[in-house]
């Protein structure tokens, strides 16, 4: 098997720089990441005008913004394979025509229903971006220049989830509708850029294994579902119905529970059928012989720890600047361009870097630094933060994660065959996927209990009755801290409201620490990671090793 190298060298020969042609055309592939991440984080801004303009509940506006991401993730190991199939390219337009499309349905969706099925599909597309533009870039680059074109891939995905509010801020005030519309010129001008500076990818010979792909779609669509719904229906007993068409499940064990235990046998088999098909020389969904290499192995763990640590604040940070500082929809999206901003710092320092500095030292690098941005937000969090605090504390967040994301990417495919870039990219996006619905689940699950019994606390030290105190400390849980601007309002309720954003400051301070303290453990993970592994030799020994056995 042919592996790109990481010394700027293909099997030792010695490669030409990258043309302009080939930056140009990463640029089209970071563009494309960049749309379906903004995708994840804009509608979270624009739900209050989408429920108000559809006249949609509660449950309607959830299932909005979280279809998106459990479909995105169910599919992620079988848009990989067919990457490899029928080459990167094809399935990255592919791809891209299917999250245009979508969004021109959600943009013009006259209820919930067709906007709910639009963004479904829309998680299909996006499936499909992901893992190819990873295969792409791998593909395109070698050596130094691989370090430089992740840097800016990686910098994209950061610098995405940030503007993602601020975007949907801005377009809210024109028509939340425009907050898809926008996705449709640019699909256009990504697949003209795509088509202009990609070459076709090569494909290779392959059946696709439909039992394994469909094993993949149900284990990782339910797991997905089950991290991010747990705190909504409860993690073993059922808390709220969940209505699925003419069926409700309102009584019994969790449908969190039931959808664990079936993600569980579903994966189990998934892992057992690729393992036989790679023995027995069939071909699999993924060779599980790529996990016999070091760095992708070990990378993956990284890259889970990664996803839980940095994108679980994310989800509650928003809240705060909202409800306990009082900034606007759009102001919250202001000040979350520092993140953006230090994640493109961290992509124009480290070209230089690639030079002389391994990805494996700019991956620590960059956990540091994260972990440093979120102490520093943690120490400054509070109900009268200035703005410069939170804007350095989160300009150093970045940062870091310019480097860690970017280059965890670069560790964990170095050593993946050419030929098995699709499949290695899909199972790291998988991997980056489960993990940030991890750390959501977890940090919104500590912010959220925080909250209710802290801020019970503190409203029984005010002087309100236990039952009261219970009361309002439910309702403000329940609301996420939107209705704090309204407590004030009322005589009844007025002396809650301080109460609460202390609340959510101290609740947000603790998310701080415990994300730092993951990024702390993913630090440490990378120590067990080893770059020098070649993923021809681990797969020649293996096959050495069945033939004699």
Request: hydrophobic share 55%; with cysteine.
């Amino acid at each position: 098997m042919e592996i790109l190298q990481s010394g700027g060298t293909v099997n030792g020969i010695v490669q030409p720089p990258p043309t302009p042609r080939q930056w140009l055309g990463l640029l089209a592939v970071s563009s494309g990441v960049a749309l379906i991440v903004v995708d994840v984080t804009i509608v979270n801004v624009i739900m209050a005008p989408v429920i108000d303009d559809l006249g949609i509940g509660a449950v309607e506006a959830q299932w909005v913004q979280e279809s998106y991401a459990i479909s995105f993730a169910a599919l992620l190991l079988l848009a990989g394979r067919l990457s490899d199939a029928f080459g990167a390219r094809k399935v990255f337009l592919l791809g891209l025509a299917v999250f245009g499309a979508t969004s021109l349905s959600a943009a013009v969706a006259p209820d919930g229903g067709v906007l709910i099925l639009a963004r479904f599909l829309q998680g299909f597309g996006a499936a499909a971006i992901l893992p190819t533009s990873l295969a792409l870039v791998n593909a395109s680059f070698t050596g130094r220049a691989r370090g430089r074109a992740f840097a800016v891939w990686g910098s994209t995905i950061g610098a995405a989830a940030a503007v993602g509010p601020l975007l949907g801020g801005r377009l809210a005030d024109l028509s939340w509708r425009w907050a898809f519309g926008i996705n449709i010129p640019l699909v256009a001008l990504i697949a003209a850029g795509t088509l202009l500076h990609l070459d076709a990818s090569p494909r290779v010979r392959a059946r696709i294994d439909g039992v394994g792909g469909a094993l993949s779609v149900i284990g990782l669509g339910l797991l997905s579902f089950a991290l991010i719904e747990g705190r909504a229906y409860g993690w073993f007993e059922t808390v709220r119905a969940l209505d699925l068409g003419v069926f409700t499940w309102s009584v019994g064990p969790s449908p969190v529970a039931v959808a664990f235990a079936v993600a569980a046998v579903s994966l189990g088999l998934f892992w057992r059928r690729q393992k036989a098909l790679g023995a027995t020389g069939g071909e699999p969904l993924v060779d599980v012989r790529l996990f016999a290499v070091d760095s992708f192995r070990n990378g993956n763990v990284v890259t889970v720890l990664v996803g839980v640590g940095e994108f679980g604040i994310i989800a509650v940070l928003p809240l705060w600047l909202q409800f306990a500082l009082g900034y606007s929809a759009f102001e919250t999206g202001l000040a979350l361009v520092a993140l953006a901003g230090g994640s493109f710092v961290a992509s124009g320092v480290s070209f230089p870097m690639a030079a002389s500095v391994p990805a494996l030292r700019q991956v620590r690098v960059g956990l540091v630094l994260e972990s440093a941005g979120l102490v520093l937000l943690g120490l400054i969090a509070g109900t009268d933060s200035a703005w410069w605090q939170i804007g350095l504390s989160l300009f150093v967040y970045g940062v870091g994660v310019g480097f860690a994301t970017a280059q965890v990417t670069n560790i964990v495919l170095a050593d993946v065959p050419v030929q098995s870039a699709g499949q290695g990219s899909g199972v790291q996006s998988a991997a980056r996927e489960l993990g940030s619905a991890l750390g959501i689940a977890l940090l919104t699950t500590l912010f959220f209990s925080t909250l209710a019994s802290d801020l019970k606390e503190r409203l029984g030290d005010a002087g309100f009755p236990g039952g009261k105190a219970e009361q309002v400390s439910g309702v403000v849980t329940e609301s996420a801290g939107s209705v704090i601007p309204s407590l004030s309002g009322d005589p009844g309720t007025a002396g809650a409201a301080g109460p609460a954003r202390e609340a959510m400051a101290h609740g947000l301070e603790l998310a701080s620490y415990v994300c730092a303290a993951l990024l702390v453990l993913a630090l440490a993970a990378t120590l067990r990671v080893r770059t020098t592994s070649s993923a021809a030799a681990v797969v020649q020994e293996d096959e050495q090793e069945a033939r004699s056995a």
